[in-house]
């Protein structure tokens, strides 16, 4: 079997983007130094390309990555998924990028799996995943929880959104106007593809969400307590969410001890470990699903997390990622609020 | 058994609430001593965490009582102020805790009565919902 045959248009798309000049280097998953691992690379040299992969395994946010380490005044293009589209968008809200120097190609995405077998070239497509060549129907269990409950499958924030099609075939479209002048950089023509069919994904993700939160809200108060109260005394204070969150971008965190909260050379407490993380990040969580693979004692934080965003989202019509314009509604007040006098916004 | 008396934890803004609290002092209006009173210089400097940290040491209400919208010392605060409480009242249900032990008030400098009502009234809510059951989880 070819290796990455999925991801032969998305490599010459950054041969490209760093043939034609527009971008100094491309941050993208691919191979690393052992064929089987999938590494975060930075790719300065056109002969690296072929190393950039698009199979269904996401370990790790480049947009995270590239606040904390990016060169501010570089051109930068990146590989990434819908989550990520959106967390650079959210990023940039809160002044830690600057769109305007980042090329993005996003890939269509219908989830990603939580754990690969080395080797294992893994594709998922909304309703078949193709192991190794072999196209089989979606195994649900296989995808990341948070991916499940995802219903961002378009990468429409990203300059251009490509796809992957189950025969080979794939498909580029350009969102933007920096889009159309990375697929004439590519010399690629841009191809409107048949919309894809998402209603089925869009009802999958929503019957997760119903199923996974509506356990939770069916539980008496007291019992979700006792839930939430008893996963939290599983944390080791890894830190493990906070530094892989891509929402999480406080250089002088509170969590850190001797701010506010925390005593000298203290570990925090539980509860309120992840109530300051869920305070600061719930309005605008991503349910990219970071927090909850990166977490040792297996939390499932992400759902904790999502299912607050979703809360908030519906009493303030807050979407995350999507404009760069519309800020996090907890920290932004607008016109309207000032007309009402109640001490909520209803 | 004894009665179940709630421990309240107030953030007062300084130029509103704090001032109808002392208004209600002074004219000798009653109301239940439940309450604790912190003085901030505008609702909108209590941090969300100042309220989850309270209710983790085991405060069964917190109140935060800041000027009517439109009247805010610093022309916006407790517009800010507002959109924390929906939240953090959110935040409460979804961990499993009663939203009505967060109450946001407006009470003016004049409004001794409103505070003293406040007070009583959110005493009462409290007395219902019964001891915090964060008490000593930290």
Known sequence: MKRGKHGELLQNIVRGMLGAGLVEEVLAFGRGLNEADIVPLSVVDPEDVERIVAISYYPGSLAKLVADYGDRGKKIGMVVRPCDARAMVELAKRKQLNLESFYSVGIECYGVVKARGKNREIYIFPTEMEIDGELKPLDEAALSPNCRRCEYHLPAMADVSYRLGQNGRTFVIANTEKGRKILSAANIPVEEGPQPEVTAVKERSAGYQEGEFGKLRQMERRERLNYWLSQFNKCIKCYGCRNSCPLCYCEDCYLKPERLLVPGEAVPPEMLFHITRLIHVGDSCLNCGQCEAACPMEIPISRLYHMLYKELSSIFGYESGLDVKVLPPVSTITEEDRTKTGVDLS | ?138
């Open chain 2, 1 to 138: 058994m004894a009665v179940f008396e709630p421990r309240i934890l107030g953030f007062l803004c300084n130029w509103c609430s704090y001032a109808g609290a002392d208004l209600a002092g002074v004219s000798r209006f009653q109301y239940p001593p439940n309450i604790r009173v912190i003085r901030v210089m505008c609702s909108a400097k209590v941090d969300p965490m100042y309220v989850m940290k309270a209710l983790l040491n085991g405060a069964d209400g917190v109140l935060i009582g800041g000027c009517h919208p439109g009247e805010c010392h610093y022309i916006g605060g407790n517009y800010y102020t507002r959109r924390r409480a929906m939240m953090l009242k959110k935040l409460l249900e979804v961990i499993g805790l009663e939203p009505e032990r967060l109450r946001l008030g407006w009470v003016s400098a004049s409004e001794g009565v409103v505070f003293a009502e406040a007070v009583r009234d959110f005493t009462e809510t409290l007395k219902g919902l019964g001891p915090n059951p964060l008490k000593g989880q930290r």
